[in-house]
């Protein structure tokens, strides 16, 4: 059985692409695998260090794990800043990590050229802490996306280091976890690639129906086919590959049928994707509701998660103390 960890920044609300893609395989997963899921509110800070929507941020991810089926009592889910052992492993683990490792970083200097106002050391050591994280529960997997995969490279090299420094064999090898041929890719809406938070082509867990439509009727097509099973360009593509996700088989290859003989009304497939998003969705949407207006139910579960997590953390921690030679008197 695996430790498997993920964790996901609370700036923003969830949308279907987190749904299809890594929610549904974490809903699965949680059966067979040790699992913890976090909410990484302390990362939120090195970017979006604004009180008044912090915490309103990471209660919508909570409601939006639970609703999506994530069972508190299977896996372990809690909020990072829940788990003080973390700030201190991070702090740990920081007189092991190199300033020039951590300007190399691809995301750091990402956001030193698009934020340059805000270069904080936060945003430097953000590896570190992701680092921690992991190894706090000394996870044998990590569920990552591409735009991650560094920064699980080197929680493997921080672990590696730290084990030949001190000459022991405590951390494992974080490896990504790989959902294969059950990773759905959800494209966006606006013809590119992946429905993404900050592409702005998503359709959110939260949004109304009327949202909904209106953000499937502005979609990107093209000019339509012009001859029979000619070849499809991206935005129809994509606009396909959602419906095989939302729509029954039949629906969808009604419509596949109609492209082929250049029958197809653009606004008839829109339309219908937006039903079915629609029908698909709606029930989500109302749990979320549910869910976030329950406050007593959210804080029994944040506190029951931050327990837990905690006690694997505890564990970690004291023994990291002892092997740097950190001794109580
Ligand atoms: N950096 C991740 C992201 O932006 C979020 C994250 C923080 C994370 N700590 C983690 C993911 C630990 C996996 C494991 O998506």
């Known amino acids: ?36 899921f976090f909410i ?27 609703a999506a089926g994530i069972d508190p009592d299977v896996a372990t889910i809690y909020i990072q800043s829940d788990v003080p052992q973390v700030a201190e492993l991070y702090l740990l683990l920081n007189m092991h990590a190199f300033i020039g490792e951590l300007e190399r970083t691809a995301s750091f200097k990402d956001k030193v050229r698009k934020h340059s106002e805000n270069v904080n050391a936060g945003l430097l050591t953000y ?4 680092a921690a994280d992991i190894l706090i529960h000394r996870a044998t997997r990590v569920p990552v996306g591409k735009d991650q995969e560094q920064h699980l490279e080197m929680t493997r090299k921080f672990a590696r280091r730290f084990n030949n420094f001190y000459g022991v064999d405590y951390f494992p090898e974080s490896l990504p976890y790989n959902f294969g041929k059950d990773s759905v890719k959800i494209p966006g809406l606006d013809g590119s690639g992946k429905m993404g938070k900050s592409e702005g082509n998503g359709i959110y867990l939260a949004d109304e129906d009327a949202v909904i439509r209106k953000k499937v009727m502005r979609a990107v097509t093209d000019s339509g086919p012009t001859e029979p099973n000619s070849p499809m360009s991206d935005s129809i593509r994509n606009i396909f590959t959602i419906m095989e996700n939302v729509s029954t088989p039949d629906t969808v290859q009604y419509f596949l049928d109609k492209y082929n003989r250049c029958e197809i009304r653009y606004g008839d497939l829109k339309k219908q994707l937006a039903e079915d998003i629609i029908k698909m969705i709606a029930p989500v949407r109302e749990r979320i509701k549910e869910i976030s207006s329950n406050d007593a139910y959210l804080s029994k579960v944040a506190r029951e998660g931050a ?20 001794v109580r008197f």
């Open 127 to 130: 590896p570190v802490l992701m």
């Open 40 to 66: 990484a509110d302390y990362h939120s800070l090195t970017t979006h260090p604004d009180p008044k929507i912090l915490h309103p941020n990471v209660k919508n991810v909570l409601s939006e794990y639970l």
């Open 307 to 326: 327990e837990k997590a905690r006690e694997s953390a505890d564990k970690t921690v004291s023994e990291v103390r002892e092997i740097m030679g950190i």
């Open 1 to 36: 059985m695996e430790t498997v960890l993920s964790g996901i920044r609370s700036t923003g609300n969830l949308h279907l692409g987190n749904y299809f893609g890594a929610l549904s395989n974490f809903v699965k997963m949680q059966h067979d695998n040790k699992c913890y």
